[in-house]
């Protein structure tokens, strides 16, 4: 193998368990909210997301990948693909009218998972409560916060100055029989925004 195919497909390995390992982690913090039946119909998310975000089972979402990787972006998609419709049968099975997908951003590093529900939000708050501001420099700190219309619970390091950097957010906003969900590495108030969005584009 030469080394360019080799590099290439160290990139795109590396991202696609990047992405899986992120969608594990909205896996277990989700707290499924009780299903309401099919009021408002099936859930449909959409293909992209505004900023070039592009749903993983498709192959756009791997536009950027180096040049001789055409066999690990198919392998990525049929990967991706599975997964959405594994999860999709899960919360099916729960008795939800719900779906889950996942996007990648055009540097093909950033990801936003997304979970959308027919039902009302359920209880939402992190494992633990730190005070960033008492939090040491590289101290791993949660903080509940709200963010626009939607509740956020952002997890990181401490910085030692009261702010919390790296780590991800997991923000929920839900009004009636709508509940959206997104968690993603984007700072606070993109991840805000794009709970906003998607609420638009779904309800």
Known sequence: MSAPAKNSRTVVIGLLLGVLLLGAVAAFAIALPKASGDAGGAI???????????????PEAFAGAPAGSEDQVDAAVRNEKAAREYGDQVLADSGATAATRTYLGEDMQTAVVVQAFRAAGGAFAPFQFTDPSRAEAG????????????????????????????????????????????????????????????WTQVS
């Open 139 to 198: 101290q791993e700190v949660e903080r509940l916060v709200r963010a626009g219309d939607a509740v956020c619970i952002q997890k990181g390091s401490a910085t030692g100055s009261g702010e919390i950097e790296g780590g991800y957010v997991q923000c929920q906003r839900s009004e009636g029989d709508l509940t959206i969900q997104v968690t993603t590495p984007l700072p606070l108030e993109e991840a805000a925004e794009m709970v906003d969005t998607v």
């Open 44 to 58: 449909e998310l959409p293909d992209t997301l505004p900023g070039g975000y592009v749903a993983t089972d498709l």
